[in-house]
Nanobody
C-alpha cells in the first residue's frame, strides 16, 4: 500500500510560481515512477509530468514544457513539481500518483498509475 499526500498549492497571480510536494509512504518509494496530473472544473484529469524511479528520465505535457520541472528526493520519499510562469489555464486540482510497475520510462496514461493522492488546489488569477 502506498499513501501519497500533496501540499504546496495555493492562489498565485499569473506569471508567479509555486512548488508542489508529494510525500509518499512505504520503503520502496525509490522503485516507483511518479507522476503529476491535474483536473480543472468540468474537464478530464490530464497528465502534466512524470519522472522515473531514479530521477534520470522525465516527461512533460506540451502545455507545461519549459515552465514546470518535476524532481524527486528518494531519501525523503518526496516528489516535487516546480511551476513557473503560471497561467490562468493552469488552475486545477493537482494530483500526484505512483506507478509501481517498475517501468524505466515514465508513463503518461492515467490508468497506468496505481496510487493517488487527495489533490491540492492551484488557482492562478489573471
Amino acid at each position: 500500500q502506498v499513501q501519497l499526500v500533496e501540499s504546496g498549492g495555493g492562489l498565485v497571480q499569473a506569471g508567479g510560481s509555486l512548488r508542489l510536494s508529494c510525500a509518499a509512504s512505504g520503503r520502496t518509494f525509490s522503485s516507483y515512477a511518479m507522476g503529476w496530473f491535474r483536473q480543472a472544473p468540468g474537464k478530464e484529469r490530464e497528465f502534466v509530468a512524470a519522472i522515473s524511479w531514479s530521477g534520470g528520465r522525465s516527461v512533460y505535457a506540451d502545455s507545461v514544457k519549459g515552465r514546470f520541472t518535476i524532481s524527486r528526493d528518494n531519501a525523503k520519499n518526496t516528489v516535487y513539481m516546480q511551476m513557473n510562469s503560471l497561467k490562468p489555464e493552469d488552475t486545477a486540482v493537482y494530483y500526484c500518483a505512483a506507478d509501481i510497475s517498475r517501468t524505466v520510462v515514465p508513463r503518461q496514461i492515467r490508468h497506468q498509475y496505481d496510487y493517488w493522492g487527495q489533490g491540492t488546489q492551484v488557482t492562478v488569477s489573471s
